[in-house]
């Protein structure tokens, strides 16, 4: 079993900054490395989109909308997974969700929900103009 736990979302004015966290708990019987990581979003009526995906190689894959202004990063150490948001924009505001996956068979990440099989609960980022 695999379970995620994501921190650090809040309330911010334009322009501003946060830094989302997932610590990632591995339960006895999973021997599965998670090769593919990533951070999604989905606002009230859209459809969950992909921000940003890394693999285990640290090679990542942004969303247009927020490059530039976003870098995902991992600590392996401490088994969690960050994203630092910065110049954060009213269109920004979502529920923000770390996702985890082995990922394809030839070792590709793909910033695409339906290709991640594990989900945090989500935390919520507002950002007000």
């Known amino acids: 079993q695999v379970q995620l736990v994501e921190s650090g979302g809040g309330s911010v004015q334009a322009g501003g900054s946060l830094r989302l966290s997932c610590a990632v708990s591995l339960y006895f019987g999973y021997n599965h490395s998670l090769h593919c990581m990533g951070w999604f979003r989905q606002a009230p009526g859209k459809v969950r989109e992909g921000v940003v995906v890394?693999?285990?190689?640290?090679?990542?894959n942004y969303a247009d909308s927020v490059k530039g202004r976003f870098t995902i990063s991992q600590d392996n150490a401490k088994n969690t997974l960050y994203l630092q948001m910065n110049n954060l924009k009213p269109e920004d505001t979502a529920m923000y969700y770390c996702?985890?996956?082995?990922?394809?068979?030839?070792?590709?990440?793909?910033?695409?929900?339906?290709?991640?099989?594990?989900w945090g609960q989500g935390t919520q980022v507002t950002v007000s103009s």
């Open positions: 890394i693999d285990s190689d640290g090679a990542t």
């Open positions: 996702a985890a996956d082995r990922g394809l068979s030839d070792g590709t990440c793909v910033r695409s929900q339906y290709l991640f099989a594990y």
